[in-house]
């Protein structure tokens, strides 16, 4: 039998790893993964703010991220700088004023490891409720605009001259990414979500045919991960966040294998 705390985690895992597989196959397709270390560098500075000002921080940390994601799109458009060159710039800039907000506050004692590598098996009610209310809009608005969305990101010259402004879709993609780091904060850490969105992603492209089908697979992987990691944290006494990752780099060894389906 299984006590309630666990029941709680293993939920809260499947959440986060519906919405990170679903998003991940869209990181994987972009080439983003920066975006995602960009946008979970960000989040301590969120979580710092979040301590400072008495706020939840699943809240203060999806500010910041919303926020650098934003203004990633705008210096995109008006510096003409590479994407990448910008991400370096916000990624260790949101990190540094994360650290400093929590170096110049003497009377905030916080131990930020479990924001950093998660802590599922503290996960509440109450942050339960948050990570399925999430999933439920994420997967929601994916489900609504999930063709769009592919079309924009496969080929965005005949996206537009089919009717679809990808600029658009871009922006929906990153602020739906904003918010599952911030609400993955609990189960796997800032520094951590990046891989479960693209280690599960990068795996079940290998063995998929359709982005349909990938999507799919990638969240059938992440759950698999989440759920193989928590249970090898319980037997081993390993913190539960880079469990959960190693189970998925695990998987993604297997899809390495020869025997494996070979994607079309």
Known sequence: ???????????????????????????VWRRMAYFGDTTAHAALLGIGLGIILGVDLTLGVAAVTISVALLLLAMEKQTGLALDTLLGILAHTSLALGVIVIALTPSLRVDLTSYLFGDVLAVSPADLAVIFSMAAFVLGVLAVIWRKLVAATMDEELAAAEGVNPARYRLVLVLLLALTIAVAMKVVGVLLITALLIIPAAAARRVSTSPEQMALVAVGLAVCSAIGGLYLSLYLDTPSGPSIVIAAAFIFAISLLPLGLKRG
């Open 1 to 27: 039998m299984l006590d309630d705390f666990f029941v709680r985690a293993a939920l809260a895992a499947i959440g986060v790893a519906a919405m990170a597989g679903s998003l991940g196959c869209f990181v």
